[in-house]
């Protein structure tokens, strides 16, 4: 035993020569490196009589039973008291989940209700655009089945007047053609009959 503690005091020493060669600040502080500090603190705990590490991991396993013990006991405490409530306000709860599942409701009829004029005033908007729009294209086929037949109005006017020029033009060929005809005829009776006369 008195080996054991000449290597526990003689490691607690050391553990003193660190601190006094450590770097001082500000009195009181000292900078110590951490290897060595810690290397001194391992040697120091397995340097410790098994009966003290014994009753070290007793009291650590004390500590551990009396924590799970007092957290079983907070727990069955909790459990208890969270039945209580639930026994106790089982009906309340049922009042207000049936209250809110009225407001649930009346929140998604009016929720429906809202979508659906939307929906309607979407749709009207829609159907006068499109009316507009109808309007429109006939407005715009209207005035071009006008220009249209202007144009062939005129058209056919410009091809009027070819075809009665063409016809004057016909009739005054035939005319002068028959006017020819009767001109040659009437000189040949006459030169016929001057023919016969000198005979």
């Known amino acids: 035993m008195n080996s054991q503690q000449d290597v526990i005091y003689g490691l607690m020493n050391e553990l003193e020569e660190a601190l006094d060669k450590g770097l001082g600040l500000f009195g009181s502080f000292s900078v110590v490196k951490k290897d060595t500090v810690t290397n001194l603190l391992d040697r120091l705990y397995a340097a410790l009589p098994d009966e003290i590490k014994e ?14 013990a007092q957290q079983k006991a907070e727990k069955i405490v909790a459990d208890a008291q969270a039945e209580a409530n639930r026994l106790l306000s089982e009906s309340d709860l049922l009042r207000a989940v049936q209250r809110e599942a009225e407001k649930i409701k009346e929140q998604v009829i009016n929720d429906c209700e809202e979508i659906k004029r939307k929906a309607l005033e979407e749709a009207d908007s829609v159907r006068m655009q499109a009316a507009d729009e109808a309007a429109r294209t006939k407005d715009g086929a209207s005035v071009y089945a006008e220009q249209l037949l202007a144009s062939l109005e005129q058209n056919l006017g410009q091809m009027q007047e070819i075809v009665k020029n063409g016809q004057v033009h016909l ?18 009776r006459s030169e016929f009959a001057q023919d016969f006369r000198m005979q």
């Open 55 to 68: 009753a070290r991991a007793l009291l650590r396993r004390k500590d551990e039973l009396q924590y799970e």
């Open 171 to 188: 009739e005054r060929r035939r005319m002068e053609s028959e006017e020819q005809v009767s001109g040659n005829y009437t000189n040949q």
